[in-house]
């Protein structure tokens, strides 16, 4: 039976430090969006910074993602 993809977040987030630290990497710049977003008058310097922190934001996920599928494969092997 298949391991839900949940399962194995949850797994990598108790058992691999890269994993963990690109998880807290993710949660620290989905906080700064939020600490950001709240002002209404954004300048254009804060606009920057807001897209600046999306890019960094997808590119843990997606690193998170590519290490996701990778252990998914692993586990499917054995």
Known sequence: MPI???ELREQLLH???EFQKLAEQHNLYEAQLDRLAKDPY???ETIRELTD???LKL???DE???IVAQYAREVKQS
């Open 53 to 55: 922190l999306k890019k």
């Open 15 to 17: 058992n691999n430090p």
């Open 64 to 66: 998170m993602e590519r």
């Open 42 to 44: 954004l300048s254009g």
């Open 4 to 6: 839900a993809v949940w």
């Open 59 to 61: 590119r843990v996920k």
